[in-house]
C-alpha cells in the first residue's frame, strides 16, 4: 500500500498575496512538490479543501485584526509545522509602519465611515502568537528557498538556507560595492541573503527587503550612511520599509527618530 502523503496547508492573514504567488509561480518545481504532498487546503490556487489537521502549513500575512488573533491559533492547533513565509509573516510587513502612528487618525482620513473598521492597533509577526517552526524571509520570498523549505520539512530534514548577508551574494556575483564605488547607501551589510543581490547587481543599494541578518551591526552601518550624506530623517526612512518591526531595523529606527 502507497505511503500516506503529508498535508500541506497554505494560510493567508494581512498581506498583499506576494509570496503565496511565489509557490504558483514555482512552475516545474510546484509539481514536484504537488506530486509529493497532499495539497489540502490552498484558496490561492484551488476552491477545495480538506479539513481537519495538517502537516505543514505555510502562513503568509501578519495578524491586524482580532478576528486573525484568533484564527491563528486553530491553524496552530490543527498543524503539526508553522513555516511563516514573507516579511508580513516574520516581521508585520510595510502595514507595520501602523505600530508607530496613531491608527484612527489614519482610518479618519482614508474611510468615510471608520465606525465599521475592525483593526488592532499593531500589526504584528505570526511568531509573536504562536509558536512557529521556521520563518522564511523576504518581501517577495525566494520561490526555491520556499521549495527547498517546504522539501526539508517533508523529508524530516533541516532546510538549508542561507544565514548571511547580501554582501555575501554580491562578492558570489562579482558586483562592485556601490557603497565604495558610488557612495550609494545600501542596506546590504545588514540585510538576510535571498534575493541573489538583485538591486546591487543593478547599481542601487539594497532596500533591506529580507529582514536583518543574524547579528546585524546597524550601528556601524548607520554611521557609514551618515558619512555618506544621509540625514537622520533618511536613516529612519531606510530602516522604515517592509520589515520595519524586525526587531533590529525597529531599534534603528527608533535611535533615528
Known sequence: MAAKKPRLAVWKFASCDGCQLSLLDCEDELLAVAGAVDIAYFPEATRGEISGKYDVSLVEGSVTT???AERIL?????????????????AGGIQALKNFADVKEFTAAVYAHPEYIH???TSTAISAHIKVDFELRGCPINKMQLVEVVSAFVAGRKPVTP????CIECKLKNNVCVMVAHAKPCLGPVTHAGCGA??????????????PMETPNTVSLSRQMA?????RADLKRVYSTFNVNAEEFRKERERHG
Open 227 to 231: 558619512h555618506l550624506g544621509m540625514s
Open 198 to 211: 538583485l538591486c546591487p547587481s543593478y547599481d542601487r543599494g539594497c532596500y533591506g527587503c529580507f529582514g
Open 74 to 90: 486553530d491553524v496552530r492547533a490543527r498543524s503539526r509545522v508553522v513555516i511563516t513565509i514573507g516579511a508580513c509573516a516574520t
Open 119 to 121: 483593526t488592532l492597533a
Open 66 to 68: 482580532a478576528h486573525d
Open 163 to 166: 544565514a548571511h548577508s547580501v
